[in-house]
């Protein structure tokens, strides 16, 4: 289907409740509705929004256009949990019916203070030649769930230097100054980000682009998120523009990150390392962070990509949101670990332990279609470990590790219905040792697959049958051994 620019920009009051109803039908009847991760109810998700631990809850927004499967109109739709792992569907949070949003609330933070959570967003506008102007906004929370917004735009124009692409602010706190961190775009076309300081939340100053080694790195850095974890500095973002160099940056757009000492705030400096991609998967953009009610710090992602078709359009909704992970520095490198809430949803375990000689095994009590699987693989004197899992006759993903060229490869070219196939059907990365774990958490139509506890992580949309419920595990060219256990996955 081919959207107009009006389909695309219409508001969700401008919709009837009878063609509201048709579509959820049509979505409700998609064989590839998740089972535990956030999805929307219609419509497009796509970045997450807002996170926040508040007044007894995390508080989750996400993009959403809820018309259909496209980027037309972008909403914010609220989420809640208690655990981070059962989210309760809360509707409608910001609908852009103001001056400065009249083509789009996108994305942004939220930050508590005083009882309240703050929301900051970008607000995208367009004149009649359809040229993009953006303000930064803000909108208030109350304990009692009503949102404010504030009378106008706390930011409403780029400083000078820099392009209309100025977004998605993410906020924090240190001392009793706030800091906001917006993604941007110089006028040579090369991406970076910008800071601003606030005394009372309410009155911003700028205080210069945030100096880094990457001076030509990308088009645009959307998403930026600024977190200190062991006394250094690690400024996450997602980089547009980025070729491909060998296995790294094989997707349409990137998220990844720099580690280095914490941002000087006088000099704006920020004295870093390399860039590090997040995730090794196909499907994994505009990561944002949050600190749990413990102090863990807690990141969920986008599990999709801009300007890219995936099945579910057919059936009128498109994407969902990562599991939430907590994030740890190890060596100078975000280590990655499903949070342990997670183990809530656990029903069934199933257990195997067995030898492997250039062969592949499956056993009758461990299948499934949404569940979560750890294997553990003492390599032995083979040359390639590894699992497929959603197998049937003609279809399975195939998670494993080439002892012999070093690399964990995930391979989705016989997964089901094909999604971006431009970009390739295996994601890779670099590794070596004896043994290996694999960790996945595998739903209707996705898998997060993280390596020896986080060290790597890879997070795909699939898209199989559902008879496609057989889980197998191999040994190619000598004899290895493994012990598995899996458990059956759902939400309460």
């Not at 006088?266 to 990561?287: I, K, V, W």
């Not at 809530?344 to 332990?353: G, I």
């Not at 391979?411 to 094909?418: H, I, L, N, T, Y």
């Not at 898209?463 to 419920?469: L, Q």
């Amino acid at each position: 289907m081919t959207w107009s620019r009006e389909e695309r920009y219409r508001k969700y009051r401008d919709v009837s409740e009878k063609e509201r109803m048709l579509l959820k039908k049509k979505v409700n009847a998609c064989p590839w509705r998740q089972s535990f991760h956030i999805q929307p109810p219609t419509g497009l998700l796509n970045d997450p929004n807002g996170f926040a631990y508040f007044n007894g809850e995390y508080h989750l927004f996400y993009q959403w256009f809820p018309h259909g499967p496209v980027h037309g109109l972008k909403h914010w739709y609220h989420v809640t949990s208690t655990d981070m792992v059962n989210w309760q569907n809360k509707g409608l949070a910001i609908e852009p019916n103001e001056f400065y949003e009249s083509h789009g609330a996108f994305s942004g933070s939220g930050i508590v203070d005083q009882g309240d959570l703050y929301l900051f967003y970008t607000g995208n506008t367009r004149d009649e030649e359809w040229h993009r102007h953006p303000y930064q906004c803000m909108a208030k929370m109350t304990k009692e769930n009503e949102l404010v917004k504030a009378a106008g735009p706390i930011i409403s124009s780029p400083p000078k230097g820099y392009t209309e692409h100025v977004r998605d602010p993410k906020v924090w706190k240190t001392g009793s100054l706030f800091y906001m961190i917006i993604g941007a775009q110089r006028e040579d076309k090369t991406g970076c980000v910008l800071l601003y300081q606030s005394r009372d939340i309410k009155e911003w100053e700028f205080l210069g682009e945030v100096i880094t080694k990457l001076d030509a790195f990308g088009y645009m850095w959307e998403c930026p998120d600024y977190i200190e974890l062991d006394h250094k500095g690690i400024l996450i973002f997602s980089p547009q523009g980025i070729e491909a160099e060998g296995d790294l940056y094989n997707n349409i757009y990137q998220s990844g990150y720099l580690v280095g000492w914490p941002l000087n705030r006088s000099t704006m400096n920020f004295d870093h390392g390399p860039f590090q991609e997040l995730d090794r998967g196909f499907d994994f953009y505009a990561p944002q962070t949050t600190l749990s009610e413990d102090g863990r710090r807690i990141m969920i992602g986008w599990m999709g990509l801009p300007e890219m078709n995936y099945p579910t359009d057919e059936n009128g909704w498109a994407h969902c949101l990562t599991l939430p992970r907590e994030l740890v520095l190890k060596d100078e490198k975000l280590i990655q670990r499903p949070v342990r809430e997670l183990a809530n949803l656990r029903s069934n375990q199933e257990e195997v332990a067995d030898q492997l000689l250039n062969e592949r095994k499956s056993y009758p009590h461990i299948y499934g279609t949404t569940y979560e699987l750890e294997v553990e693989f003492e390599v032995g004197t083979s040359e390639v470990v590894g699992i497929e899992f959603r197998t049937s006759e003609n279809e399975k993903t195939i998670v494993h590790y080439n002892h012999l060229n070093k690399k964990i490869t995930l391979d989705r070219s016989e997964s089901g219905k094909e999604v971006g196939t431009t970009y390739g059907t295996t994601r890779a990365v670099g590794y070596d040792g004896e043994t290996i774990t694999f960790h996945l958490f595998v739903d209707v139509s996705s898998c997060e697959v993280f390596i020896n506890d986080g060290e790597e992580v890879f997070t795909s949309r699939i898209f199989p049958s559902d008879h496609s419920t057989g889980i197998q595990f191999f040994a190619q060219g000598g004899q290895a051994s493994f012990q598995a256990k899996k458990w059956d996955l759902s939400m309460r």
